[in-house]
């Protein structure tokens, strides 16, 4: 990914933390401010001062402490001013370089600082021009300190597995202290389960704004529960549901309707449970009415068995399809056992299941996808069509066995599957996020995941465009045509979490907690931010306990 370079016909304002940088103007100028001349091969160039320092500063609060600095043209000649970039959590708000500054001119560079978390805050403004071949650079500084009142925006982190099996623990991250801290168990352990937050948008009723923990696996045997809990943020405890779901499930999806006559309730499809002939998936599926507490069966089933499948809510095709749920691959266990690469559709307004392509001949559903997979990724687009993308194409019972690179875009508004772009690597167990906001905003980060070596764990992480149909490798100086992405994450990890921030210190940022690396045979209680400001990502505070394959939702 290039970093941003403006020139003064591109720059706007911001409502951020402002540098100004000019000459003879003193008032408010910070005391670690100093000055400099850079020489050239054609005449000279002052930029005072030679850095910025924006001293201790509230992780994402605007401040109005000004900073004076000044670019000046001591040529005899006019220089051409290519571009300004910054990198860190900094941006040029405004400039009033333009593409020439004449003989003797001076202009200003208006800087800004976005604070993530309680940490310094390194940053550089490049200035380039004609005069030299490389770029006059002014260092930046800052730290980041912790919000006062409540937090905004955490995290719940609850269950999933260590390595002596699944966890009933729970802890919350707190994106402006950047930590983690325990809370109380859930009910009982769970891995495999999903979370769900009942947005106050849309649901109604005492549990509004809670979060909805159903199903998983409970035991190192594989016991697989039908209980339900909810959290409630406000004192941090867990507490069963009225009932529980009509099945026991793991590796099941749960998915919170926005629309339609399911508006409020929660869909809950698939997974498998422990039957007569093994460990089997299920065509089941249910609703979850917050009003009522209580769990109802669908009034038709899928026309597949699907396990470690996903569910995506269609939204914003401006199609008959807006508001239903698109499922796709997944495993069907014993007997049959593998992936498949099929889809089908949920209608709300029948409650029934409906294949994408009509029926097939292997399976109940047409072959649609470009491979089977389950332990995928999918992610809704801004765009109205849906992403879906790597898994593992062998059988449950390989894993991790062979991933693909393969992707294929879901057209709601057509009912149609086409292939996507290859992604730069192979991956099964990857997470993904999609941006929530800033440069890159509608972007989806993929994370991560295992490989097609035995053993092999991704640090490497990469960004598909919608805009474009590709993907780009994420990684400071990566080459844009890279076929091979380098490792940029902190540690490499699988099953991890990823989760995007929707407001808050961390606004536009996406928390990558825990996982597994294979090769170290580790479970992981580390945590990392991707920053679209620096193209990377950043370690933050570790989790309390080590876990894979637990939930990790925001709490807005």
Same mark, same amino acid.
């Given at each position: 990914?290039?970093?941003?370079?403006?020139?003064?016909?591109?720059?706007?304002?911001?409502?951020?933390?402002?540098?100004?940088?000019?000459?003879?103007?003193?008032?408010?100028?910070?005391?670690?401010?100093?000055?400099?001349?850079?020489?050239?091969?054609?005449?000279?160039?002052?930029?005072?001062?030679?850095?910025?320092?924006?001293?201790?500063?509230?992780?994402?609060?605007?401040?109005?402490?000004?900073?004076?600095?000044?670019?000046?043209?001591?040529?005899?000649?006019?220089?051409?001013?290519?571009?300004?970039?910054?990198?860190?959590?900094?941006?040029?708000?405004?400039?009033?370089?333009?593409?020439?500054?004449?003989?003797?001119?001076?202009?200003?560079?208006?800087?800004?600082?976005?604070?993530?978390?309680?940490?310094?805050?390194?940053?550089?403004?490049?200035?380039? #021009?004609?005069?030299?071949?490389?770029?006059?650079?002014?260092?930046?500084?800052?730290? !980041?300190?912790?919000?006062?009142?409540?937090?905004?925006?955490?995290?719940?982190?609850?269950?999933?597995?260590?390595?002596?099996?699944?966890?009933?623990?729970?802890?919350?991250?707190?994106?402006?202290?950047?930590?983690?801290?325990?809370?109380?168990?859930?009910?009982?352990?769970?891995?495999?389960?999903?979370?769900?937050?009942?947005?106050?948008?849309?649901?109604?009723?005492?549990?509004?704004?809670?979060?909805?923990?159903?199903?998983?696996?409970?035991?190192?045997?594989?016991?697989?529960?039908?209980?339900?809990?909810?959290?409630?943020?406000?004192?941090?405890?867990?507490?069963?549901?009225?009932?529980?779901? &009509?099945?026991?499930?793991?590796? #099941?999806?749960?998915?919170?309707?926005?629309?339609?006559?399911?508006?409020?309730?929660?869909?809950?499809?698939?997974?498998?449970?422990?039957?007569?002939?093994?460990?089997?998936?299920?065509?089941?599926?249910?609703?979850?009415?917050?009003?009522?507490?209580?769990?109802?069966?669908?009034?038709?089933?899928?026309?597949?068995?699907?396990?470690?499948?996903?569910?995506?809510?269609?939204?914003?095709?401006?199609?008959?399809?807006?508001?239903?749920?698109?499922?796709?691959?997944?495993?069907?266990?014993?007997?049959?056992?593998?992936?498949?690469?099929?889809?089908?559709?949920?209608?709300?307004?029948?409650?029934?299941?409906?294949?994408?392509?009509?029926?097939?001949?292997?399976?109940?559903?047409?072959?649609?996808?470009?491979?089977?997979?389950?332990?995928?990724?999918?992610?809704?687009?801004?765009? !109205?069509?849906?992403?879906?993308?790597?898994?593992?194409?062998?059988?449950?019972?390989?894993?991790?066995?062979?991933?693909?690179?393969?992707?294929?875009?879901?057209?709601?508004?057509?009912?149609?599957?086409?292939?996507?772009?290859?992604?730069?690597?192979?991956?099964?167990?990857?997470?993904?996020?999609?941006?929530?906001?800033?440069?890159?905003?509608?972007?989806?980060?993929?994370?991560?995941?295992?490989?097609?070596?035995?053993?092999? &764990?991704?640090?490497?992480?990469?960004?598909?465009?919608?805009?474009?149909?590709?993907?780009?490798?994420?990684?400071?100086?990566?080459?844009?045509?890279?076929?091979?992405?380098?490792?940029?994450?902190?540690?490499?990890?699988?099953?991890?979490?990823?989760?995007?921030?929707?407001?808050?210190?961390?606004?536009?940022?996406?928390?990558?907690?825990? !996982?597994?690396?294979?090769?170290?045979?580790?479970?992981?209680?580390?945590?990392?931010?991707?920053?679209?400001?620096?193209?990377?990502?950043?370690?933050?505070?570790?989790?309390?306990?080590?876990?894979?394959? #637990?939930?990790?939702?925001?709490?807005?």
């Amino acid at each position: 990914m290039d970093f941003p370079r403006l020139n003064a016909l591109q720059l706007g304002s911001a409502g951020l933390l402002l540098a100004a940088v000019m000459v003879g103007v003193s008032a408010n100028v910070s005391a670690t401010q100093s000055s400099a001349t850079a020489n050239s091969a054609s005449g000279t160039i002052t930029i005072k001062p030679s850095r910025l320092n924006f001293g201790l500063q509230t992780a994402g609060v605007t401040s109005t402490t000004v900073k004076i600095v000044t670019l000046r043209n001591l040529n005899r000649r006019a220089v051409a001013i290519d571009g300004i970039e910054v990198v860190g959590n900094y941006s040029v708000a405004n400039s009033t370089c333009g593409s020439r500054l004449a003989p003797n001119g001076r202009c200003q560079i208006t800087v800004a600082i976005t604070p993530r978390c309680p940490v310094t805050q390194p940053g550089t403004l490049s200035i380039f #021009h004609d005069s030299i071949t490389t770029p006059e650079n002014v260092p930046l500084s800052g730290r !980041g300190k912790a919000p006062s009142g409540p937090p905004s925006n955490e995290v719940l982190v609850t269950g999933g597995l260590n390595l002596k099996g699944p966890l009933a623990s729970a802890e919350v991250f707190d994106p402006g202290s950047c930590k983690f801290s325990a809370i109380g168990g859930m009910t009982v352990p769970r891995a495999f389960q999903t979370a769900t937050y009942l947005d106050p948008s849309v649901v109604s009723g005492p549990e509004a704004g809670w979060v909805l923990i159903t199903g998983g696996q409970t035991d190192e045997l594989g016991d697989i529960t039908a209980t339900a809990e909810l959290y409630d943020p406000l004192t941090r405890t867990f507490s069963a549901t009225v009932q529980p779901m &009509t099945s026991p499930r793991a590796g #099941h999806s749960a998915t919170l309707m926005t629309s339609g006559p399911l508006a409020g309730k929660v869909l809950i499809i698939g997974g498998e449970a422990l039957g007569a002939a093994g460990f089997q998936a299920t065509t089941s599926a249910e609703i979850y009415d917050p009003n009522s507490g209580t769990f109802t069966p669908t009034a038709g089933a899928m026309n597949m068995a699907r396990s470690q499948h996903r569910a995506t809510l269609i939204s914003g095709c401006n199609c008959a399809e807006d508001g239903d749920v698109l499922v796709t691959g997944g495993y069907a266990v014993d007997p049959g056992g593998g992936p498949n690469d099929t889809a089908e559709v949920f209608d709300p307004s029948s409650q029934t299941f409906s294949c994408v392509g009509g029926s097939g001949s292997k399976y109940a559903c047409a072959d649609v996808m470009s491979s089977p997979r389950w332990e995928h990724a999918a992610a809704m687009l801004s765009n !109205g069509t849906v992403w879906i993308g790597g898994g593992e194409i062998t059988d449950n019972k390989s894993f991790p066995g062979k991933a693909t690179a393969t992707t294929d875009i879901y057209n709601p508004a057509t009912g149609t599957m086409t292939r996507g772009p290859d992604m730069h690597l192979a991956r099964n167990g990857e997470k993904v996020a999609v941006i929530p906001s800033g440069t890159i905003q509608n972007q989806v980060l993929v994370t991560g995941g295992f490989g097609d070596q035995v053993h092999a &764990t991704a640090s490497t992480a990469e960004l598909y465009n919608p805009g474009s149909s590709s993907f780009q490798c994420v990684g400071k100086n990566v080459r844009p045509l890279a076929k091979l992405c380098p490792g940029s994450m902190v540690d490499p990890r699988g099953t991890q979490t990823a989760t995007g921030f929707s407001g808050g210190a961390l606004d536009g940022l996406v928390l990558v907690s825990g !996982g597994i690396d294979l090769a170290q045979g580790t479970v992981l209680k580390t945590a990392e931010v991707f920053n679209p400001s620096t193209n990377g990502f950043e370690q933050v505070g570790n989790m309390v306990s080590p876990r894979n394959e #637990h939930t990790a939702t925001e709490l807005p």
